[in-house]
């Protein structure tokens, strides 16, 4: 087993040889993300931003229900996702199955 490191980039750990995938953290905050600190669905604090994307946020937070165990929560932001799963399901349901 390889010893983990913390990454002086995400903060988060890795095994010690491996690469941090972490490429967004420039990322500017937008007035829709979580505010750091801030406490989600009761349970969850958000440390700060890891990730945005096409179809989500995701986030560093603390379960302050598990002795603040660090997690990744993804804020899902659903018209966009909801529109791309339809576009995907409609384009793969128009393809004949070549099993068939």
């Known amino acids: 087993m390889n010893p983990?490191?913390?990454?002086?980039?995400?903060?988060?750990f890795h095994p010690s040889t491996s690469?941090?995938?972490?490429?967004?953290?420039?990322t500017k905050p937008r007035s829709s993300d979580l505010a750091a600190g801030s406490l989600h669905?009761?349970?969850?604090?958000?440390?700060r931003l890891l990730h945005r994307g096409?179809?989500?946020?995701i986030y560093l937070a603390e379960d302050t229900k598990m002795q603040g165990r660090q997690i990744a929560l993804k804020e899902l932001r659903l018209p966009?996702?909801?529109?791309r799963s339809k576009r995907a399901k409609r384009n793969h349901g128009?393809?004949?199955n070549p099993r068939c």
């Open 19 to 26: 690469h941090c995938l972490s490429v967004t953290l420039s």
């Open 4 to 12: 983990t490191t913390t990454c002086s980039r995400c903060g988060l």
């Open 94 to 96: 128009s393809r004949a």
């Open 54 to 57: 096409g179809m989500s946020t």
């Open 80 to 83: 966009t996702a909801l529109r």
């Open 41 to 47: 669905a009761g349970r969850y604090r958000i440390m």
